[in-house]
């Protein structure tokens, strides 16, 4: 089975900083693809960013990118200068090769404050 | 407008009552998920189509719930027998046959159970 662990409820940021969202994955299949989506308070899901378990370096867009640590399983985000407009749910997602299912952690609500 | 359209977007049902709601997800898309989400939580996964097959059922999906994606197109998820702990957002994804894409999420339908 698989696992998505976000540990922090909710974080508050000022506005121009930086902020690590963190989440941790467990799985035992080698191949999988870990995503984060954005909720904003209008409900949809905005996605962000992709990193594939063979993937070399880390991966960015834009003001996010994401610190991956395979051996710690680890899959954290970092926006870098926080926007007013990055208050939101912010969900960390998994899928791995052997299945067809999308699963979420429990999410991690951001702050950002002027 | 090519992105994941959903209907209703709200719902508010008496406790008994059969509901249907639609997901017509990106045209070239095969893969359709479902899910549920509750207030403060993320996204449980419901069911997974691809194409017109049904491939994947949670645990989640109790026999009052079915799903359909009769033509590979378009889905629907119908509750039997609604009852108040069925009151949450369904959520439709659709993505492309990529491992590495994202799901594309529509706006969701509120489901009040009264």
């Known amino acids: 089975a698989q696992k998505i662990t976000q540990t922090q409820p909710g974080m508050f940021v000022q506005e121009k900083e930086a902020v690590t969202l963190d989440c941790t994955y467990d799985?035992?299949?080698?191949?999988?693809?870990l995503f984060w989506y954005k909720q904003p308070s209008s409900g949809e899901m905005i996605f962000l960013i992709y990193?594939?378990?063979?993937?070399?370096q880390n991966a960015t867009e834009g003001r996010y990118s994401l610190n991956f640590q395979k051996a710690r399983k680890s899959a954290n985000l970092v926006i870098s200068a926080s926007q007013l407009g990055d208050s939101a749910m912010y969900f960390c997602?998994?899928?791995?090769?052997?299945?067809?299912?999308?699963?979420f952690g429990k999410g991690t609500s951001l702050l950002v404050t002027p | 407008d090519t992105g994941v359209s959903q209907d209703p977007r709200h719902k508010i049902t008496k406790r008994g009552q059969n509901v249907t709601f639609r997901c017509d997800p990106i045209?070239?898309?095969?893969?359709l998920y479902w899910y549920r989400q509750t207030l403060g939580q993320g996204p449980e996964f419901l069911t997974y189509?691809?194409?017109?097959?049904?491939?994947?059922k949670s645990r989640l999906l109790s026999d009052r719930f079915s799903a359909e994606r009769p033509k590979g197109s378009f889905s629907t998820l119908e509750i039997q027998r609604t009852e108040q702990g069925d009151s949450a957002m369904y959520l439709c994804?659709?993505?492309?046959?990529?491992?590495?894409?994202?799901?594309?999420f529509g706006q969701g339908t509120r489901l009040t159970v009264v």
């Open positions: 994804a659709s993505r492309s046959d990529r491992f590495d894409t994202e799901a594309f």
């Open positions: 799985t035992s299949d080698p191949s999988y693809g």
């Open positions: 990193q594939g378990s063979y993937d070399q």
């Open positions: 997602a998994m899928r791995v090769s052997s299945g067809y299912a999308l699963n």
């Open positions: 045209s070239e898309h095969n893969r």
């Open positions: 189509f691809q194409n017109e097959a049904q491939l994947e």
